[in-house]
């Protein structure tokens, strides 16, 4: 079960997922769900697959430019209600 | 971030994925490999015009370095036909083989061989789904397409599954004008197995050339299509077939609207040819062969036909009619099959275009499918159009020899 996003937790890409850069960005495929997913740019790329190194939300997004961080933020939830993001102490060895 | 079930996406500061798809991707996402020319079954509606193993069939060696490919370009998953695909006497390995490689595989079956205890190692194996084929609610809507004994037989097979345990296995119905009044009991069937119903379009490919005519849906009926997946579509997939009906009403359906063919979406034959979709099966859709150097993924980022293919469609004559942003000017492969020029109307198209462009069309112009692997001999006038007599030995059933 997915437990609802939260912006002070810090996230990362479930080791489930695969990701295929594709020219619009990446397609996400989650292995367990048979889920997939698409991000739709190049820095969102970028952005989900250093979100490990971030303490929490908040700090990742801070690199994002003011008018897409609203945008990333929701593609963020979206990525962790389908489970292709989960948080940092969830499974971390 | 969507789903692909929930496009379009509104408001977002890139442009729509279907806008960026239409460039083509680095793989394929809807990959359909077909195994085996070989059928036990003879539809009359088959879009691969399947009966006899063709000698020149990819061999076992052949088929994991092409999964050994698909794994490298990250092809998440493969739908795999046929023919039908359990025949080949490699399937069970070739299968495991993939989903080791982390190649999921979606196999279409008709039930041959989903015993019970094969149900049972399927429903224990992770990465695999499997699609069984029914085109009747009832025995004598299916087989009168199928043939004598497949709707038993798919039947077994998807009472075998459910008992095994597997859930949300597909069952995979053709629409015809035979079947499109039983679509709640398709549903009711797919309840009744705990699985889920798929149901896609009748194309005039292959076998389904001769038989289109007089099976595709009625237009009434294509309306009852639509408004029965509007209100039932969240449960229902469609493979994307339907949408060149969206013209009809306000709400799309569930899916991309859009012709994949080359894009997202291509089909490689039982002899390792590569076509830009599963619907055409014709050397006017040949990308090349993954028996070629560069293999599969040179076909995929280099074949000239599908650069075309990933460029705009002009449209034609569709560009002006205000159902265009609707249905896109359709199905690439219809059109093809039935005389009508690529950029013009698809044959269903609900303002009427294609139906009037047909009418006028000498039949004798047709483009005739140039892979037939149909078991020849003389059909039986029994009224079962799919009780054949070989002529030669080896065009008997692929079973003969391992029944």
Request: glycine share 10%; aromatic share 8%.
């Amino acid at each position: 079960m997915t437990a609802p996003f939260e912006l002070d937790l810090g996230y990362r890409l479930n080791p489930d997922v695969a990701l295929r850069r594709e020219p619009f960005g990446a397609l996400a495929y989650h292995f367990g769900t048979r889920r997939l997913s698409f991000l739709k740019a190049p820095d969102l790329v970028e952005l989900v697959c250093g979100l490990g190194a971030y303490r929490c939300v908040s700090d990742a997004l801070a690199a994002v430019p003011d008018r897409r961080r609203g945008v990333y933020l929701r593609a963020l939830a979206a990525l962790a209600a389908a489970d292709m993001i989960v948080p940092q102490r969830e499974g971390a060895s | 971030m969507t789903t692909i079930s929930h496009e379009p996406a509104r408001g977002e500061l890139v442009p729509a994925l279907v806008e960026q798809f239409k460039g083509g991707l680095a793989a394929p996402i809807c990959l359909t490999w077909e195994w085996t020319y070989a059928c036990n079954l003879s539809c009359t509606h088959c879009l691969s015009s399947a009966g006899r193993r063709d000698p020149a069939e990819l061999t076992t060696a052949e088929m994991r370095s092409v999964i050994d490919e698909l794994r490298a370009m990250q092809v998440f998953y493969v739908n795999v036909g046929g023919g039908e695909p359990t025949v080949r006497p490699d399937f069970w390995e070739l299968l495991d083989y993939a989903v080791a490689s982390q190649v999921g595989v979606k196999f279409s079956t008709n039930g041959l061989r989903l015993n019970a205890d094969r149900a049972q190692r399927l429903a224990a194996t992770d990465y695999v789904d499997v699609q069984v084929s029914l085109d009747g609610a009832s025995r004598e809507v299916n087989d009168a397409v199928r043939g004598h004994g497949s709707y038993d037989m798919a039947l077994r097979a998807m009472q075998n599954l459910a008992e095994a345990g597997f859930r949300n296995f597909k069952i995979s119905v053709v629409m015809t004008r035979h079947n499109v009044p039983q679509l709640d009991e398709f549903a009711a069937i797919a309840d009744r197995f705990g699985a889920q119903l798929r149901i896609t379009r009748l194309r005039p490919s292959g076998r389904g050339a001769d038989v289109w005519h007089e099976l595709h849906p009625t237009d009434q009926q294509q309306r009852e299509i639509y408004w029965w997946l509007v209100d039932h579509g969240d449960r229902v997939l469609t493979g994307d077939s339907f949408f060149h009906l969206n013209a009809l009403g306000t709400t799309p359906l569930p899916g991309l609207n859009l012709c994949g063919a080359g894009r997202v979406v291509c089909l490689i034959d039982p002899v390792g040819d590569v076509y830009a979709c599963p619907f055409a099966i014709h050397d006017a859709f040949r990308a090349g062969t993954v028996r070629a150097p560069g293999g599969f993924a040179e076909v995929w980022r280099s074949a000239p036909l599908f650069a075309s293919l990933r460029t705009e469609n002009s449209g034609g004559a569709c560009r002006s009619c205000s159902a265009f942003s609707s249905c896109q000017g359709g199905c690439m492969a219809a059109k093809f099959f039935t005389g009508l020029p690529l950029d013009g109307p698809d044959p269903e198209c609900v303002k009427g275009h294609g139906a009037s462009m047909i009418s006028g069309l000498d039949p004798g112009l047709l483009p005739q499918p140039d892979k037939d692997h149909s078991r020849r001999g003389q059909a039986v006038p029994l009224g079962i159009p799919s009780v054949r007599v070989p002529v030669k030995p080896c065009d008997s059933s692929p079973l003969a020899a391992t029944a």
